[in-house]
């Protein structure tokens, strides 16, 4: 029987375990394949420090999206209150009317009625007012809380981290289709693999097959052209992740994953460590910075997960247990990689690819297909991922530049070119561009940094100011960041600003 609300049916919840998980799946995915690479180039010495550094950083932030989110509720909530104190006083004026009749009676009572089920008391204001019942996704706060400038430029920041999103899935697709298919003897040095345009100089002169002449990346080029042609069309579409496909895909990401330790942990027990990566090299903070923010990346998709959490009370202390978990199982698949592979793939399941496996028997068969389902991961994964990434992007590119209440009103024309706006360009990226390094380093340094650390530090001060203006200091929210401190904002802000002034001078240098 489903639970009954005022005699409603109420919307599915999920306990904190289911939420864990949920939260889990959220922030582990791509990015964590590119971190063994990173953790490589930029020492893992100073991998660490970064890495658990920018986690702490990022919990603070989630905490300031928790509180933006509470404050949208309680005007929301303010508001309500406030208009059906409106139509009780109407009612009861209609009332005392001995001219009134019978309906507007009727119709008063009805709506009296309606405000005393309304769980918004004085004696109860502190509670009521501050919850996170209703969804409230960043771009409905940042309407709420900012003006125009500030809208458009939260919709930007989006637009173009979605727009690095799409480029990572669609590289990261090709090139894996492309380094299984191709011959393994033909592989990429990874050492030119930092920067474009350094990869296609390299994959360029380098034949996919000894008896062929088509180049890697060419190759590399026609399966980007099959996978955009394939799974671009969806975005035409209303396409959404269903529970039972985002079970698929977390259920092949924890097998993948696990597998990934595993084999590395083997290989470090049975021969030792192969590779010697150095303790410091400041030439790796620009990969290594965008790596970990887009690895740490949920804040954008945080509203939906939160609303159907049945006990949100222990929202932060789910968070903080999500954050050292996943922080500690970043900093264990790298290590584990980077010690254990004499040299690391900017993916890191493609260091899986059966180079040196021979078939004899079937362990050894067994181990060749576990190599290639490792090395096949990316494409199981993110093909189902990239039609709900590319309708986001769709959503938000009319939602910035057209008037969506009257969007029947526009061409025919006009609404399909966003479709084509939203994998246009991904295209052309990751046609001139297979270096996953460089694509995580620009996505994550500064769409990332935007979404991660200045939107919410904006958005969670703006909501304090406007609650406070509308239902005073003497209203509290039960949600309100542990990091209350106005000097925290000012600390994430500043912090933002020098990574990304510092990050940019050592990337363009």
Not at 164 to 182: F, K, N, W
Not at 296 to 324: E, G, N, Q, T, W
Request: glycine share 6%; hydrophobic share 50%.
């Amino acid at each position: 029987m489903p639970r009954l609300v005022n005699g409603r049916e109420a919307a599915p919840t999920y306990s904190n375990l289911v939420g864990f998980i949920f939260i889990f799946n959220l922030i582990v995915g791509t990015g964590a394949l590119t971190l063994p690479g990173v953790f490589a180039r930029a020492g893992w010495m100073l991998s660490l420090i970064v890495i658990v550094l920018l986690a702490i950083i990022s919990y603070i932030t989630v905490t300031f999206i928790i509180e933006a989110m509470a404050c949208a509720n309680a005007i929301r909530n303010w508001q309500t209150l406030q208009a059906l104190r409106q139509s009780r006083s109407s009612a009861e004026n209609s009332e005392n009317d001995d001219n009134a009749d019978d309906v507007s009676l009727a119709s008063g009572a009805e709506q009296v009625g309606y405000f005393e089920r309304v769980p918004l008391t004085i004696q109860n204001r502190e509670f009521h007012y501050y919850q996170l019942a209703h969804k409230f996704e960043l771009g409905e706060m940042a309407t709420l809380f900012f003006n125009e400038f500030g809208r458009v430029m939260f919709y930007l920041c989006l637009i173009v981290y979605l727009y690095g999103d799409l480029s990572i899935y669609s590289a990261a697709v090709a090139r894996s289709l492309r380094d299984v298919v191709c011959d393994q003897t033909n592989g990429t040095d990874a050492n030119n693999l930092m920067y474009w345009p350094g990869d296609f100089e390299n994959n360029t002169s380098r034949a996919c097959w000894k008896e062929h002449t088509i180049s890697r990346l060419n190759m590399y080029r026609v399966l980007l052209i099959g996978f955009t042609l394939i799974f671009g069309p969806f975005v035409y579409f209303n396409v959404q992740k269903t529970k039972y496909l985002q079970m698929l895909t977390a259920a092949f990401r924890w097998m993948a994953f696990t597998l990934m330790i595993c084999i590395s942990l083997k290989l470090l027990i049975s021969r030792g460590a192969k590779g010697h990566p150095e303790t410091f090299n400041v030439y790796g903070i620009p990969s290594l910075f965008g790596a970990c923010v887009y690895s740490f990346m949920c804040h954008h998709s945080l509203p939906s997960l939160l609303a159907p959490l049945r006990h949100k009370s222990m929202v932060s202390k789910i968070l903080s247990f999500d954050y050292i978990i996943i922080c500690a199982f970043y900093i264990l698949l790298a290590m584990t990689g980077i010690f254990a592979f004499e040299r690391i793939e900017d993916l890191y399941t493609l260091d899986f690819l059966p180079y040196d496996v021979a078939y004899v028997d079937f362990w050894s068969g067994l181990l060749i297909c576990i190599d290639y389902f490792l090395a096949l991961f990316p494409i199981f994964t993110l093909s189902t991922s990239f039609p709900i990434v590319a309708i986001t992007l769709k959503n938000n590119l009319q939602s910035l530049f057209l008037d969506m209440s009257q969007y029947e009103s526009y061409s025919v024309v006009l609404r399909l070119c966003f479709p084509l706006l939203a994998i246009i360009p991904p295209f052309c990226i990751t046609y001139f561009t297979e270096s996953l390094s460089s694509l995580v380093a620009f996505t994550g340094t500064y769409a990332g940094t935007g979404i991660q650390y200045i939107i919410p530090v904006f958005l969670v001060y703006f909501a304090r100011r406007t609650c406070s203006e509308l239902l005073g200091s003497g209203v509290v929210n039960r949600f309100q960041s542990p990091f209350k401190s106005s000097a925290w904002l000012v600390f994430v802000f500043i912090w933002s600003i020098l990574c990304v002034c510092l990050v940019s001078i050592n990337l363009f240098s």
